[in-house]
């Protein structure tokens, strides 16, 4: 008896063991086809050829991208052009998440990300790849991590480096396709350089506060000189605009469902160009998107390639060489915005100074400049609200009479001697208001102190306040 529980034992283990090697053999089996499926290869054994696959894509990428393919513009042939292309992400944030989500869920072939920045909590409320746990983590690393969750078939590459002219042409070489997902004008300027150098469209948008802008460049993509060329970005905006006009998202707010409607689009105007389904080529436009107007959209024709573009014309004077040397200096061309320069130190206090200055009997003067909307979600105490827009437009003198616009606040005109101090976010909009104040004659050809809070309300939280909202 015991030798046959012993024997019944021995088999059930037998069993066990047999079947965790099967499906071990099974996983390494669906790797195999999948890596071979990938590359495109076929198997062999023993010398011989295998026998071909049926059919171009493997059965589960057919339950997968099924959906789409049915629709007469993708079809099978669209979808195996989308499998075999690659594209690349300037920018893994507001405008790069979520086209990274939609190119890599419609099954493209290779998807590199170009980022050398960190995730931050700041970033979470727009930027939908990274998720909390990942605060700290580099952005490219974990938006690809969301990816291989999302679509195991794609080849995803991490750029962990910051574009400059040097690397720009020996990453873009190796893509079909490359967007622009950035929020600054000299790199705009470098990735389309370097696009129209290399014969790659470019899909490109940008989003601030509650507005976007979409169009696609260089698309047909021809070499320089080549007038039946689509346009690139120096065509459509031969002149950088002023530094000091260029906010930030940081600076200016953007509404998230506004920045992930401009990067869906992207990836929608991507997969147009790949499966060459764009309806007029040959017809460029800009979309200009506004989230509150009674009309959110609205298009703007674009003429050719000028004739004179110094990157894309036949009299080009931007090429690979001056990108790879440093001859073609992208921030001396857009400028840079130097607010911290405005006043001298002696028109400046720090955020400690300006405490002690609350200890008085009577509250001081305090204008903030920020907007109301910000003023509204934290100010200090007995602080008042002009913003900077209003100061910077009134056109009131020194040398006018003594009538003051109607926005002065009245502590400011009845305490004639009392100092004045302005503050805004980080220290840049108060020294312009102080500088506003005293061309406006404020005070007094120097008779009373009007100066700014340096480093804003960010050093009130760092030198002061820890517990300070910050936004």
Known sequence: MDDIESKCASLRAQIAATEAQLAALRQELDAAEKAASANGATHKKSGQRGPQRKWPLLGEEYRRYGRQMIVPQVGLEGQLKIRSSSVLLVGAGGLGCPAAVYLAGAGVGKLGMVDDDAVDSSNLHRQVLHRTQNVGKLKVDSAIEYLKELNPHPEYVAHRERLS???????????DVILDCTDNPATRYLISDTAVLLNKPLVSASALRTEGQLVVLNYPAKPPGDATGGPCYRCVFPVPPPADSVVSCADGGILGPVVGIMGV?????????????????????????????????????????RANCAVCSSNATITLDTLRTGSTDYVQFCGTANASQVLSPIERISADEYQSCCESAEPPILIDVRDETQFNICNLNNSINIPI???????????????WPSWMPPPVLSRPNDPIYVVCRQGNDSQLAVRKFKEMGLDRNGERFIGDIRGGLKAWKAEVDPDWPEY
């Open 165 to 175: 002219p040097q690397n720009a042409p020996m990453i873009f070489k190796d893509y």
């Open 265 to 305: 689009l992207q990836a929608l105007e991507t997969i147009k160009v790949i499966t060459g389904s764009v309806p007029n080529p040959n017809s460029p436009s800009l979309h200009i998107f506004s989230a509150y107007a009674p009309t959110p959209w609205r298009t703007i024709r674009l003429r050719s390639r």
């Open 389 to 403: 827009t209003r100061i910077l437009n009134e056109t009131r003198t020194n040398s006018d009479s003594d009538s």
